[in-house]
């Protein structure tokens, strides 16, 4: 199993603060193949970065993901106050798919 | 538009069993494979298994092999998740969420089914 490990665990931010959140693989997985959701409380997980660094359809440009083989990473440019939210990355390098522990990000 | 939609929340007790459905609405509903996700209280996403819409074949993560069955009815475009000898520690709320053939995200969810297991 790849096992996902994301860090941190909490953050907080300013609004137009520039943040950054990691996902680690114990493995290594195609770029193609990790993928970021955003859940809010009581809310249902959405694809929001597709294969890497593609934007799922609807999401802000100032957004962004990169990262290749065991570390990955999403951007917000300058964060505001919808953001919100706890981020999950997700990986398929065979199965299980297996997702990461999250990112809480809070906003000041 | 694409849907997903989910059964309503359930309450159960310990060793009962509970069916789940997802409805899906908007597109082929063969063309894409279903997933399924459990969200315990407080706690992140865990992929439990998907299933192939086309062929019926399911696949299960280690941990829910055993009391856990999918399956599908196609002609409704629907799949269903089955938990049997239901547990305490099987409360949560379960999600399904099809997935993308190409890069094996999941594009679109369900609004999830909370199920509560308690004597």
Same mark, same amino acid.
Not at chain 1, 57 to 69: D, L, T
Not at chain 1, 95 to 100: D, I, K, L, N
């Given at each position: 199993e790849n096992v996902l490990t994301q860090s941190p665990a909490i953050m907080s931010a300013s609004p137009g603060e520039k943040v950054t959140m990691t996902c680690r693989a114990s493995s290594s997985v195609s770029s193609s193949y990790l993928h970021w959701y955003q859940q809010k409380s009581g809310a249902s997980p959405k694809l929001w970065i597709y294969s890497t660094s593609n934007l799922a359809?609807?999401? %802000?440009?100032?957004?962004?993901? &990169?990262? &290749?083989? /065991?570390? +990955?990473?999403? /951007?917000? &440019?300058?964060?505001?106050?919808?953001?919100?939210? /706890?981020? +999950?990355? $997700? $990986?398929?390098?065979? +199965? %299980?798919? /297996?997702?990461?522990?999250?990112?809480?990000?809070?906003?000041? | 538009q694409i849907q997903l939609v989910q059964s309503g929340p359930e309450l159960k007790k310990p060793g009962e069993t509970v069916k789940i459905s997802c409805k899906a609405s908007g597109y082929t509903f063969t063309n894409y494979g279903m997933n399924w996700v459990k969200q315990a209280p407080g706690k992140g996403l865990k992929w439990m298994g998907w299933i192939n819409t086309y062929t019926g074949e399911p696949t299960y993560a280690d941990d829910f092999k055993g009391r856990f069955a999918f399956s599908l009815e196609t002609s409704a475009s629907t799949a269903y998740l089955q938990i049997n000898n239901?547990?305490?520690e099987d409360t949560a709320t379960y999600f399904c969420a099809r997935e993308t053939t190409a890069t094996k995200a999941m594009d679109y969810w369900g609004q999830g089914t909370s199920v509560t297991v308690s004597s």
């Open positions: 359809s609807g999401v %802000p440009a100032r957004f962004s993901g &990169s990262g &290749s083989g /065991t570390s +990955y990473s999403l /951007t917000i &440019s300058s964060v505001e106050a919808e953001d919100a939210a /706890t981020y +999950y990355c $997700q $990986q398929y390098s065979g +199965y %299980p798919f /297996t997702f990461g522990s999250g990112t809480k990000l809070e906003i000041k | 239901l547990k305490n």
